[in-house]
């Protein structure tokens, strides 16, 4: 599955126990999102387009209104990436 970089990025940080939330006009539609990493950081690889591809492709989902997290498909597309944290 081809996967572009913010895609990755994305992808990455939501495996790591982040979040992607969502905001939404009154006509329920999703205006903003925010991916949020564990450590409380925003990750600015996450716009509206990226989290519409990444929810095209199933790779993340919202559960009973919650924030969207990677689901077991994402985590198996998702690249290794070497932890920088010591």
């Given amino acids: 599955?081809?996967?572009s970089k913010p895609e990755q990025r994305t992808l990455h940080a939501l495996a790591r126990?982040?979040?992607i939330d969502i905001e939404?006009?009154?006509d329920r539609r999703i205006i903003e999102v925010d991916?949020?990493?564990r450590e409380g950081w925003r990750l600015l690889d996450c716009?509206?387009?990226t989290?519409?591809?990444l929810r095209s492709k199933r790779l993340i989902a919202s559960e009973n209104g919650?924030?969207?997290r990677i689901t077991r498909k994402g985590l198996a597309?998702?690249?290794p990436q070497p932890d920088n944290r010591s």
Wanted: glycine share 12%; charged share 35%; proline share 4%.
């Fill in 47 to 49: 716009d509206m387009t």
């Fill in 77 to 79: 597309a998702v690249r």
């Fill in 1 to 3: 599955m081809n996967i």
């Fill in 66 to 68: 919650g924030p969207y």
């Fill in 24 to 26: 939404k006009d009154d």
């Fill in 35 to 37: 991916c949020i990493t």
């Fill in 51 to 53: 989290f519409r591809k």
């Fill in 17 to 19: 126990g982040g979040r």
